[in-house]
């Protein structure tokens, strides 16, 4: 069977290193979300860990129960042990949970703090995986991590998460993943947070030209046929580097049998950019700040020059909303920071339709009193 997984070895020699040889021992991945990180991890990352003698890993998605995040992370304790191991028995009644990686919700529904004897639970399978590894490498790795800054509700059990690792001897290294910067930065960099400075933030790296020359040779494996992998890369930028997007296009193209890259992307284009489509949800989801922001920026504005600050007055919002807009257009991965501290946008797509669309921040209108 052909596998669609693009590898990112030397990636996971790098990173592996960082943790294993060079002392850094905590690092957390911030990258927004569909650019491949989870998929990383499991595929290249953990594989390549065992490779370099690292003798057991344990993956925790936090997402995997939202409103209940110790449960996942007491799920993926018991389930590194081996099977031989004798693991601690949860008492009756405690439910784990139900496992569900598609939502796109970031939020927790319902968040309810642990409770004592779940923070003991999860602190003596953490302390039983701690001997199992008998002083050889351990790895930990605790994927959106980002989601314990959501909700009060969590306090409690980061703060506990905090100790525990505090806890890890030497010998164990850890990696955390995000996909809010705002909510990574609470975690690490707020001195009142129970993981301030615990590890480096870095940036996760996009993908880049060569995962796109990877799904032409796909489709030339299946199908026979030669793609143009320059309007394929094109493509791909178009739509902000998502990785999920250009493999939708590359599976379609192969369903049906064809070369053709306009035609297949103008089907999916109708899909994001159309009556009802991702451009329009998108836009529609976004609070009036946010909005004004993100036009401010499309037009080359200044979002804090005497025009800017008079049009967030004029909308009836503050500067200091403004700022919380630029966190929450970051979060949504529309807008990200470059090295020279200025806010780019980056997916075009998006700007595309609002310029189809005839949108400027001057015909932005205030809510209706009351509102």
């Known amino acids: 069977m052909i596998d669609w997984h693009y590898p990112r070895p030397e990636l996971a020699q790098t990173h592996l290193a960082q943790l294993f040889d060079q002392g850094l021992s905590r690092l957390a991945f911030f990258g927004r979300r569909r650019i491949g990180k989870t998929e990383y991890l499991k595929r290249d990352l953990i594989p390549s860990a065992a490779e370099k003698g690292v003798v057991n890993t344990f993956y925790c998605s936090f997402w995997e129960n939202k409103d209940q995040p110790h449960l996942a992370l007491i799920r993926a304790l ?3 042990l081996p099977e031989h191991q004798a693991k601690v028995k949860a008492k009756a009644g405690l439910n784990f949970g139900v496992v569900d990686f598609s939502a796109e919700v970031e939020r927790a529904d319902r968040p309810r703090p642990a409770l004592p004897n779940e923070l003991t639970l999860a602190t003596a399978s953490f302390q039983q995986w701690v001997k199992y590894l008998d002083g050889r490498p351990g790895l ?10 959501t909700s009060l509700a969590f306090a409690t059990f980061a703060a506990s998460l905090r100790t525990m690792l505090d806890m890890a001897p030497p010998n164990i290294a850890v990696i955390f993943t995000g996909s809010s910067l705002a909510d990574l930065q609470r975690l690490f960099n707020d001195q009142k947070a129970p993981f301030f400075n615990f590890a480096t933030v870095v940036d996760f790296p996009l993908l880049d030209r060569p995962f796109v020359d990877h799904l032409a040779r796909i489709n030339k494996m299946i199908t026979g046929l030669e793609i143009k992998a320059d309007l394929l890369w094109d493509l791909f930028n178009r739509s902000g580097r998502n990785a999920q997007v250009i493999t939708g296009l590359v599976s379609q193209m192969v369903l049906r049998k064809s070369d053709d890259i306009e035609g297949t992307w103008q089907d999916i284009e109708i899909e994001l950019t159309g009556e009802g489509g991702w451009c329009e949800k998108a836009w529609s989801d976004l609070l009036l700040s946010d ?13 804090f020059s005497e025009s800017s600050l008079a049009l967030y007055e004029r909308l009836g919002f503050s500067r ?10 970051i979060n949504r991965s529309l807008i990200a920071r470059n090295g020279h501290g200025r806010y780019e946008r980056i997916v075009p797509i998006l700007d595309e339709w609002m310029k189809l669309a005839g949108k400027t921040s001057q015909m932005l209108v205030p809510p209706p009193v009351g509102d």
């Open 78 to 80: 018991q389930d590194a």
């Open 140 to 149: 930990i790795v605790l994927d959106e991590i980002q989601h314990l800054a």
């Open 291 to 303: 909005q004004a922001v993100y036009l401010l920026l499309l037009e080359g504005q200044d979002l």
């Open 320 to 329: 200091g909303s403004a700022q919380q807009a630029i966190k929450r257009l």
